[in-house]
Each structure stands twice: as structure tokens, then as C-alpha cells.
């Protein structure tokens, strides 16, 4: 008589047990696989020795965890992906802004007026030197900056040449070199002013890209402000 249940039991065990994985026995065990198994453990269980009651209260325990654990990860994903569209939403209200991001490149409008940059030197230099170079790597211009302090150092190009000649409205590239009281070099870092024309999300983090063709992720930014008002002459 009680052996018609232990074989019966044997065949529910198969069938559980099939169900956990699939052809290829790869299928991960989430909850309700642990669950299935935990049961057909129970129902194969010799009558005679049954389950012992702190190892059975162990497997719940570990059941419970895992539960547990599942929810919290996707309670993490689900916070994540708010976090991520909020964070993709308040850089979309970047565009239009002024915007000052590491990088070296500079917008001249061919007026000749002037184009601000840069520079920050890591510690006090002895020499600087600025050069410009146009869209074909051809030098425009260079500029003996002298001596500056460690910090942040801001200068004036007036969209000429070497010669003078004002140069065509376009994106330069602004090199900067520093040497030290002994020659030896002095960091120096770029950083470059432009508005904000578009921001994407291709690369899976926001990339701003601005009018003097400077390219960065948003984590390059520095400063934001908002680009001054046209004014209308009446």
C-alpha cells in the first residue's frame, strides 16, 4: 500500500522536473521553477523519512530570499528607466541654452568682431601659446599668450590671419600650449562656448551638439546659460 504513492509521486517528479528546463537544460531557475521543485521534493519524499523540518524551513527561507531579491532587482530597473527618461527629458530643455563644454573648438562668423575662448592651465606657466588652425588643419594664426597663474584664462581672437585678413565664417580649432619657468610642459584643458542645437541620444547617454560643431557628452559640460536676448531697435 505504500508503495502505489511513492511511484505515483515519482512520475509527478518527472513532470515537475521536466518543466524546469527546456531542450537544451539551459533554462535559469527563477521563483516559480524553485517553487515547483521545492514541491516535487515534497511529494517524492520517502513516507518513512520524510523532509527534515529545518532543512525544509531553510528551503523556504531561500525561497523567500530569492523572491525578494527579484523584486528588488526589478524595482531597480524600473527606477532606473524613470531616472533615465528624466534625465534624457531635462537635457532635451538644454537646447537653445549657451552652453560652455571641454573642448577646443570655435565659431567665427567672418565679421572680424571676435571670437571668445579659454584655456585652463593646471599650474602657473611661464609661456602660452595659442594656435588656430581652420577646417583643413591649416595654421591661421598664432598667438604668444606670455605668462599666465594657474586657473582659468580667457582670450579674444578677432577672426584674422597672421597677416590680418579676416577669415571666412566657419569652425576653428583652438590648440594650446604652456610651458613651465624650466620648459617643461603645463597641463592645460579647453573649453569651449557655443548653443545648444540638438541633443541625441544615440550613443545611450545625451550628447550635446553645438553651433561651432563641438560634439560632447553632457558629462563635459561646465556651464549653461541662456543665450542673451535679441534686441529690436525702434
Keep these: 500500500m505504500a508503495t502505489t504513492p511513492v511511484t505515483n509521486a515519482s512520475a509527478g517528479s518527472s513532470t515537475a522536473l521536466d518543466s524546469l528546463t527546456n531542450a537544451g537544460g539551459t533554462t535559469p531557475l527563477d521563483k516559480t ?11 517524492n519524499q520517502d513516507p518513512l523519512q520524510p523532509q527534515d523540518d529545518s532543512a525544509f524551513v531553510a ?15 526589478t524595482n531597480l530597473q524600473t527606477l532606473s528607466t524613470q531616472m533615465s527618461g528624466l534625465a534624457n527629458s531635462q537635457s532635451a530643455n538644454l537646447v537653445g541654452s549657451e552652453a560652455t563644454v571641454s573642448g577646443n573648438l570655435v565659431t ?14 593646471a599650474s602657473a606657466a611661464s609661456d602660452v601659446t595659442v594656435t588656430i588652425t581652420d577646417q583643413t ?3 591661421v594664426r598664432t598667438m604668444d ?22 577669415q571666412p565664417a566657419g569652425t576653428y ?41 563641438a560634439s560632447v557628452p553632457i558629462s563635459d559640460l561646465l556651464k549653461v546659460a541662456m543665450p542673451p536676448n535679441p534686441t529690436t531697435n525702434k
Aim: glycine share 12%; net charge negative; no cysteine.
Design 33 to 43: 521553477a524553485f517553487l515547483n521543485l521545492l514541491v516535487a521534493q515534497l511529494k
Design 59 to 73: 528551503q523556504l527561507a531561500q525561497f523567500s530570499q530569492l523572491e525578494q531579491s527579484m523584486q528588488v532587482n
Design 108 to 121: 567665427s562668423d567672418g565679421s572680424g568682431l571676435g571670437v571668445q575662448a579659454s584655456y585652463s592651465l
Design 137 to 139: 588643419g591649416t595654421t
Design 145 to 166: 599668450m606670455g605668462a599666465h597663474p594657474a586657473g582659468i584664462t580667457s582670450f579674444q581672437w578677432n577672426g584674422q590671419n597672421d597677416a590680418g585678413t579676416v
Design 173 to 213: 580649432q583652438v590648440s594650446v600650449t604652456a610651458v613651465d619657468a624650466s620648459g617643461a610642459p603645463v597641463a592645460v584643458s579647453q573649453q569651449t562656448t557655443g548653443q545648444v542645437t540638438q541633443v541625441s541620444f544615440d550613443k545611450g547617454y545625451p550628447v550635446l551638439n553645438l553651433d561651432n560643431g
